[in-house]
Structure formats: structure tokens, C-alpha cells
């Protein structure tokens, strides 16, 4: 496979369960990206890590857990969420961990859309 | 700090008619310029990107962009749309703070074709 793949790409849940979204790259880049798409609001981004490190977590409620085992993959953990989590949750990666990488842009995978009843 | 600002968050054209969506940014530094599609159930995809190279950038897809430094504007045309063409449309800019490359979007403009 190559770019950017999401599983699942549907996920209805109940307020207390406990699920994960998952993410991989197929392109040797070094950063990733959480983001969060609702209807009538503009992209929110959730996490950055860049060379595996959390690097930004954008106020983001504690029933969101990201995790980061290496380069290729991440992870979103989800529990006990709200009806207005319900969204597409988008992943992203991007090779540019410095300054001097600014013209490199970020490549998105298709999505999990996510619906809490 | 960096921004964009999209203008029109809906805009109609007919089939075969000139495409233009625009987009403003706001930087303390030279930009580093983007623009995205998104169809329907999809991730988003790059369309083109501006990186001080030339001021007229070419994309996929027939579509082009036009950097003004004088008017802050990296403005999307297309000159002649397609039904395919609709979906909705993200204008980024790239920052970088606390160490790390960031991607900041407008808030979209959606853009439907109709025959």
C-alpha cells in the first residue's frame, strides 16, 4: 500500500465504550498529525508528533489519547466520549521536523468517521 | 503568526465557466502556500503548493494558483469547470513554532458545479 491509510473508515460507538482509530504511513515521513472535521467548523488539529515525540496537543479533552509506537504508525484512543466527538477524524503525515523543510506538505489519509450514539 | 481567510464559503458556477476561489494570508515571514481538495468521503488531497519558485504555480487537475505578495492573495482558477470539479476547497499556510512544522487551513469553500 502506499500514502496513507486509516482504519476503520466507519465507527459507531456508545458513550462508554472504549475504541481505537488507527493510522500508517507508507511514505518514510517523520511527523503525523491528528485532526478533527466537523460539519460547519474548520479543521481542528488535535496532536503533532514529529520524530515520534508529542510535540503540540491542542487543548484537546483527556477521552482522547494518542500514541505514537514508531514513525509509521498512530494511534487515536477513545473513551467515554460525547455526542459532539461525533466528526471525521483525520490523519496526516508529513516529512519536516525542521525549519529548512517548510515547502513539504502533508499527505492525508481518507478518514474515520466516527458517530457516538 | 500566520493565517488564511477564505472568501465565500460557497461559490456556484456552470459547467465550462472560469473557477476562482480565493484566498488571504497573513505572515510575518515569506509563506509557504498550499491548496487542498476534498471530495465527498475523502481525506484531503494537494492540489498545489507555492514555494517561492514562481509566482504562478500549475496543479493537478487543470487548476493553477497566482501568488501576490503586493495583495497577500494565493487566489485558485480554473478556466473552464467540471462536474467532477465539485467538493470543497482548503487554502493553507505553512508556520512553524516550538520546533515543528504546522499546517494552518482556512475554513473551506465549497464549490458546486452545476450543468
Known amino acids: 500500500e502506499t500514502g496513507v491509510t486509516q482504519t476503520p473508515r466507519h465507527l459507531v460507538m456508545g458513550m462508554t465504550n472504549k475504541k481505537s482509530l488507527k493510522c500508517e504511513q507508507h511514505?518514510?515521513?517523520?511527523?503525523m498529525y491528528w485532526y478533527k472535521q466537523s460539519a460547519k467548523k474548520p479543521l481542528e488539529l488535535m496532536f503533532v508528533?514529529?520524530?515520534?515525540?508529542?510535540?503540540e496537543n491542542n487543548s484537546v479533552p483527556s477521552r482522547f489519547s494518542p500514541e505514537c509506537p514508531n514513525s509509521s504508525h498512530l494511534f487515536l484512543h477513545l473513551h467515554t466520549l460525547q455526542p459532539e466527538d461525533s466528526a471525521l477524524y483525520l490523519c496526516?503525515?508529513?516529512?519536516?521536523?525542521?525549519?529548512?523543510?517548510?515547502?513539504?506538505?502533508?499527505?492525508f489519509g481518507d478518514g474515520t468517521r466516527l458517530s457516538i450514539l | 503568526a500566520q493565517s488564511v481567510t477564505q472568501l465565500g464559503s460557497h461559490v456556484s458556477v456552470s459547467e465550462g465557466a472560469l473557477v476562482l476561489l480565493r484566498c488571504n494570508y497573513s505572515?510575518?515571514?515569506?509563506?509557504?502556500l498550499f491548496w487542498y481538495v476534498q471530495y465527498p468521503n475523502q481525506g484531503l488531497q494537494l492540489l498545489l503548493k507555492?514555494?517561492?519558485?514562481?509566482?504562478l504555480v500549475k496543479g493537478i487537475n487543470g487548476f493553477e494558483a497566482e501568488f501576490k505578495k503586493s495583495e497577500t492573495s494565493f487566489h485558485l482558477t480554473k478556466p473552464s469547470a467540471h462536474m467532477s470539479d465539485a467538493a470543497e476547497y482548503f487554502c493553507?499556510?505553512?508556520?512553524?513554532?516550538?520546533?515543528?512544522?504546522?499546517?494552518?487551513f482556512g475554513a473551506g469553500t465549497r464549490l458546486a458545479v452545476h450543468p
Open positions: 508528533y514529529s520524530l515520534e515525540e508529542r510535540v
Open positions: 511514505l518514510g515521513h517523520n511527523a
Open positions: 496526516a503525515s508529513s516529512q519536516d521536523s525542521s525549519p529548512g523543510q517548510l515547502n513539504q506538505p502533508q499527505h
Open positions: 493553507a499556510v505553512r508556520g512553524f513554532s516550538g520546533g515543528y512544522n504546522k499546517l494552518i
Open positions: 505572515s510575518s515571514v515569506p509563506p509557504y
Open positions: 507555492y514555494t517561492s519558485a514562481a509566482t
